[in-house]
């Protein structure tokens, strides 16, 4: 099945509930399926055919649902775009995806123009902010577009989302997801995420809807729920949780940074979020002394999601239910994994000869499932190195304890190697974050004549909290083996991360490692 019919069907079922809200601007679901069949007939009349890629570029707009839905219908693969990218990454992925048309929101028109040279192959570019030069009018393309549109049929292996990785340890990678790993991730989502999920639900995206919101705008399109899409371009913790009591938001997708500046929020006690059943985070780790207070202040809403651009956020997960702050010890240690495998996902930890490892023992996570990519667009080689045995291999290293919980180390390439011994950075930095003073925490390996590597720890602190580097040492010592408690610490006012929220180990080890013969990066 195409997976734009989860939009077909829902509009048809429940022409006059509100499908997407944005400010002042309201769309039924009768209305919003019109106008993306106007876009795909528009689209088809451009030239542009099933098998096709079209890249959309755009902060988070209604015209974004529109586009994807648009490109589904038509059979085309889209290829969203994080807006926070650097206009020289988005030339890369609109090059090396040979979109033929490109989606923009105004804020993009200028930077597209001035890279027009090395995007060859786009033959339109679509702003939906007016003709102007070279740009087509989107809502032009609307109104001259006829109002139905018959899904194209597909094969449930086509590519329907080119997902590009965060690009931290080189160039983006392209993931292709296919009709039957968007389709798999939506049922995923009701079997796992939100049970009962119905029309009364309502879906707030805070995050960029080229990345999970979007995804998870899936699954709740299918169900004829309402899509709140905030107006802000950034994020603004007062406006999520005024909107959160306002439209009564039942869901929605955060990084843990974003849920930390939630909490950082003075004014999270003034709002109403009882009507939260799954927030949904995901993307990076999130330390337990971070969870303790999210739980206290956000209620028994939290859900964890592990998964991948390869395997659209869903491999493994920690329910609700698992959200406990005065249970077990057992049930407290359990708030550091990532919880269980997902209900269709088979989940496996492989030593470095692909052999699955018994319970308990660290090797790399690998996973099966229809969620899994069909591969990398044009690179063969890493499709081959990931995709191996019938196993995706995510690089991330970890173990699983004796009732199945995964409990994720870091990635291979940040495990440290100090003294023969294998270090693995999350364990370190979930002590170091339970100090008052501290923020944000990172640890890495950086070059030891002695050792081969050190372990260092970078931090940030609390607003008007001071810490010595003497005093994190002796405070890791408490908790830790001699040999894994830091050699040094720096503190600095911002931790580097990425578009996405993630922390730029790579970026923190490139300076110690520069000029070194062996190098970490």
Known sequence: MNVSKLLTKSAEAFPDRPAVIHGAKRLTYARFNERVNRLANALLERGI???????????????????????????????????????NESAFIIDHSEAKAVILSP????????????????????TISGAEGELLDYESLIAGGASRFRDHDVHPDDTAWIFYTSGTTGLPKGAMLTHRNLLAMSMNFYADICPGMSPADTALHAAPLSHGSGLYALPNVGKGACNVILESKSFDADLILKTIEEYKITNMFAAPTMIRLLLDSSSISRYD??????????????????????????????????????????????????????????????????????????????????????????????TRSDLVMRGYLRNPEATTETLRNGWLHTGDMGYMDDHGYLFIMDRSKDMIISGGENVYPREIEEVIIRHPAVREVAVIGVPDPKWGEAIKAVISLTPGETVTEVEIIEFCRNHLAGYKKPKSVDIVPEIPKNNYGKILKRELRSKYWEGKKRKVI
Not at 107 to 126: A, G, K, Q, T
Request: aromatic share 8%; hydrophobic share 40%.
């Open 49 to 87: 055919r099933p098998g096709d890629h079209v890249a959309l570029l755009m902060y988070n707009y209604p015209e974004m649902f529109e586009s994807l839905f648009a490109c589904f219908k038509l059979g085309c693969g889209s290829v969203p775009i994080n807006f926070r990218l650097h206009p």
């Open 273 to 366: 979020l009882s009507s939260m059943k799954a927030l949904n985070y995901g993307g990076a780790p999130m330390l337990v002394k971070d969870l303790m207070e999210a739980m206290e202040k956000l209620g028994p809403c939290l859900v964890q999601l592990f998964g991948q651009a390869e395997s659209p956020m869903t491999i493994t997960y920690l329910p609700q239910w698992a959200h406990i702050r005065e249970g077990t010890p057992e049930q407290i240690t359990r708030l550091a994994s990532a919880g269980i495998q997902r209900t269709d996902v088979e989940v496996a930890v492989f030593d470095q000869d692909d052999k699955e490892l018994p319970r308990g023992e660290t090797g790399e996570i690998v």
């Open 107 to 126: 804020e993009f028109n200028e930077s597209v123009l001035d890279l027009r040279e090395r995007i060859p192959r786009v033959r339109d570019l679509i």
